[in-house]
Every structure is written in C-alpha cells, then in structure tokens.
C-alpha cells in the first residue's frame, strides 16, 4: 500500500502535496495516460469513477498469487484467498461503520443488494394493502424491484413528492407514512440531481410510523463519510464500481436480526449448512445470501478501494468534489440558455442541465469530440425527468480526481455547442 498522506490539510490550513488532483490524477492510468493520447476530460463519475493503479494492481495480484475458491479448502491458496475476500469484507464495514460483520453481504451492486430485499425481507412480510414508500427523486433500480414486490403482494407503491430544487418535501413525506407503512426505501443521494436527503431523520420519520428503512447508497459511499450507526437505518447498499472499485461487486448492509429473519435469495453452493432430498439447513448470515462462487477478485478490489479512499482522507475528497460544484454551479449560471436541473441546499458532486434548442444528446456527442465525457439521457430516472418537465438532460458529474480546469474544458465545449447551433450546426 502506498504512503498517501491521511489529511488533506497542514497545520496552518495550507493544502498538502497529496490532496493535489494533478497528483491524484497521476494514481488513474486511464486518466493520466488517455488510451487514444488525446487529454480525457471524465466528467461521468456518477456512472463509474475510474480507478486507481492500487485497485488494478490488487485485483491483478489476486490472480497471480492467490487465485482459489473461498470456504471451501483447506489448502494454503484457498486460505488466502478466504483471508483477502473476507478482509476486504472487514475494509468496506470500516468505512461504513458496520456495528457488525456478518451484516455485510457482497452482491453484484446496488441493484441486487436492493432486489435482494425485496424479495427476501418484502416478500414474507408484506399483504395486500400494505404500503411501501419512496421518493420522487428515485433511480430505476429503487422504482422497479419494489413495483414487482407489489405486484407479488397486493401491496401499494406511493411516493413521496420533491419540490422544484429537488429537495423532498418533508411534510408530504410524513402525511405519507402510516401504519400501513412497511418499508420506505430512498436515495442517501440523487443520481440524477446530486440532492443529498437529511437520511437520519427521514430514517427517525419512518421509524417511528414502524417502518422499516432501505437507503441506497451507491451514490454517497466513496464521496462522503458514512455511518450506519448514525444513520439508524435497516439497510443500506453500496456499489463497489461508483466509488473507484471494480464493477460486478457491491454490498448490502442489514441489521443481522433482519437477515437472520430472511430466507435466502439464491439457492447453491457456500450459502448451506448441510443438504439432504429431504431438507436443506441454511448456512449463517451473511453466507446463506452469497450463493456460489463470489466475485472473490472483486471484492479485493473494493478493499483496496476503501484503503485508496482512507488514504486520501474523507476532508480531502468531500472539500475537493464541494469546491468543484460550487465552482460548476457558478460557472453554468453565467451561460446564456442554460438551466441547471436540482438546485438542493445540499448537493453532492453532480451537476445536471439543459441547454436551451439542443438535446442532450448532440451536447454530449459534440463534447465527445473534444474529449469530454458527459452523460446524458434520463440517467435511470424517468420520474424526475417527468416531473422537471424535461426529457433528458446532459450531467456533469466530478470525483476527487477532478480539477477546475475540467470544469473550464467543459464550459469551452459548451460555448462550441451554441455557437454551432447559433450558426445552424
């Protein structure tokens, strides 16, 4: 592991060398060596960050030193290869403060982490009539599972309203827990609009209406401190690839009293006890929902994930991603025809827009050309599309490796954009 300092500050409030994103930058191949050698300009971290050469060189010396199942052998390679997936199940618990290891279940993402839930937790527990909660503001994967476990249950889908900056309107999102309220599940942070919710109190809401709590967090872990302790909340998920880990790999957290309730999701391999024609005996949580052979190379790769991003230090990125929204933010609102979509009190590091007479598409594909890296489309989140009125939009969103010059590069890009439709493109 290299020896990146932990703060990104001195005594006296100077930065240090290591909070530089030049410096940072230079831990990101695909950043500081671009494969077509023309300057990359990455600006969809919201999608998937990049990652750093100490994730590739941890997965790649898993393969060549330690490659073996996991739990199964008793042999020296299987061994080790036991210890690194299941310190690199530890590593994610520090950095959500897990109060408990065999609450940490590794899933493929987010996504799974929530189907699992829905299926497992909602499943058993809910009945016609039953209400489930989630917000305006919510990604496809938050939408969909919990419309399907309403279609299996007879339970019924409401939906707690956002007001035009895209925060949720807290009295609408009371008046709409009751006691038929059995599961609200909501973003720690929106994709599509960098709202960051006040989760511990709308966990502390719908608790005690007797609720039980998901948080999905594959946009907040890796980009600010979390804690489950503090957030009191039931579940939470995490995806390994948004927070500079590799894809295929995230994690569920639950209140190992919730899962040990839980039947298993998947049936096979790893996640019994013993099988006989007759009977199955389930293994212990967290084993009994990892069914089959993990993505042992992917969980090491989110350890060392977490250790990059400890290593850096949480001032370091959160100051950084701030600094570059703000300076986004400002800088947007000085072009002519542009509308910034979500404007929360609170934001994480994502800025979504429209361009007055271009679609997103043609921004993106025309910054493309000059090596910048937008996304646009309805980013997985229709409902907000519909209720800001817009069909898609272009977003812009940073990590720690950014820098205001990537920000500059796309405001250049963007005058390029007008300028050629003012010309008739």
């Not at 991603?321 to 929360?344: N, P």
């Amino acid at each position: 592991m290299s020896t990146i300092q932990r703060s990104c500050f001195g005594p006296g409030g100077e930065p240090v060398p290591r909070c530089d994103p030049e410096r940072i930058r230079q831990d990101f191949p695909l950043l500081a060596n671009p494969p077509d050698g023309r300057p990359l300009v990455y600006l969809d971290s919201a999608a998937t960050t990049q990652k750093p050469q100490a994730v590739i060189d941890a997965v790649n010396r898993f393969y060549t030193t330690s490659n073996s199942n996991v739990h199964r052998g008793v042999h020296r390679l299987s061994q080790k290869a036991t210890e690194a997936y299941e310190s690199a199940r530890s590593a994610v618990g520090r950095l959500i403060g897990s109060p408990s290891q065999e609450g940490l279940v590794f899933v493929r993402g987010a996504t799974e982490g929530i189907n699992l839930v829905a299926q497992s937790w909602g499943r058993p527990n809910l009945n016609s009539g039953d209400e489930i909660l989630v917000t305006e503001m919510e990604h496809h994967s938050n939408i969909v599972p919990w419309q399907i476990l309403c279609e299996q249950t007879g339970a019924v889908l409401k939906v707690a309203p956002i007001d035009d900056r895209g925060d949720i309107l807290r009295e609408e999102f009371t008046g709409l827990l009751s006691d038929r309220t059995r599961i609200v599940s909501i973003a720690h942070v929106s994709n599509a609009l960098g709202t960051v919710n006040p989760v511990r109190e709308l966990v502390a809401l719908a608790h005690d209406a007797g609720a039980v709590v998901m948080i999905d967090g594959a946009q907040a872990a890796g980009h600010m401190p979390v804690s489950i302790g503090d957030l009191d909340c039931d579940f939470y998920v995490l995806s390994g690839h948004k927070m500079m880990g590799p894809t295929g790999i995230g994690v569920l957290y639950g209140r190992p009293e919730l899962l040990e309730a839980m039947p298993p999701y998947q049936g096979g391999g790893d996640m019994i006890r013993s099988v006989t024609f007759e009977k199955t005996i389930y293994n212990d949580i967290p084993y009994r929902f990892e069914a089959g052979t993990p993505n042992i190379a992917g969980a090491v790769g989110l350890g060392a994930a977490v250790g990059y991003l400890e290593e850096i230090g949480w001032e370091c990125v959160e100051s950084r991603e701030r600094d570059l929204v703000e300076y986004a933010t400002h800088r947007m609102a000085e072009v002519e025809g542009l509308r910034i979509i979500g404007t929360a009190r609170v934001k994480s590091s994502v800025v979504s827009f429209i361009l007055e007479d271009v679609h997103p598409h043609d921004i993106g594909t025309i910054l493309d050309h000059d090596g910048i890296a937008i996304r646009t489309g309805h980013h997985c989140a229709q409902p907000v599309m519909e209720r800001f009125g817009v069909p898609a939009t272009a977003r812009a969103s940073f990590s720690v490796y950014n820098t205001r010059a990537d920000v500059d590069a796309l405001l250049g890009g963007l005058e390029r954009v007008i300028e050629m439709y003012r010309r008739g493109g």
